[in-house]
């Protein structure tokens, strides 16, 4: 189970700082250890730890990042992409719910950003330092997964 939690966000954080990289270069952190204020993460909440809403997690997050690459491309920097994912969250909600109701889940996603703690993580060969992080929360259901 954390073996797959942490291959999911790295897929997410490698391939949001794909399309963003002008916003998130890991070139502009200083000595300072700003990196925190220089990306901007993502994390999918699956309703519970039952393997079916974690199986579904999975599934949501590869249409949900199908439909950021297009919404993130244009970005060119963090808070471009903030209000550009702000202005999709009807969109991002939409792709979760669909996904969900196809999969005969009766409960909704619910999107927003804030300010969330994130732990340690590499990804791609590029640490990411535990801190507070500006991320999409995505919840499905409950979020208690």
């Not at 990289?21 to 990196?35: M, R, Y």
């Amino acid at each position: 189970m954390k073996k797959n939690c942490i291959t999911f966000f790295a897929s997410i954080i490698i391939i949001l700082s794909a399309l963003i990289a002008t916003a998130f270069s890991a070139a502009a952190i200083g000595n300072d250890g700003g990196v925190t204020a220089e990306y901007l993460r993502i994390h999918i909440r699956a309703d519970s730890n039952e393997d079916a809403a974690q199986r579904v997690k999975y599934e949501i997050r590869d249409e949900v990042v199908d439909f950021l690459i297009p919404v993130l491309a244009v970005a060119h920097d963090k808070e471009a992409a903030k209000a550009a994912i702000r202005r999709n969250f009807d969109g991002i909600e939409a792709v979760a719910d669909k996904a969900l109701s196809r999969r005969g889940f009766g409960y909704r996603a619910k999107a927003e950003l804030k300010k969330e703690y994130f732990p340690s993580r590499v990804y791609d060969g590029v640490t990411l330092p535990a801190g507070e992080y500006e991320a999409l929360i995505l919840c499905l259901g409950s979020g208690e997964g």
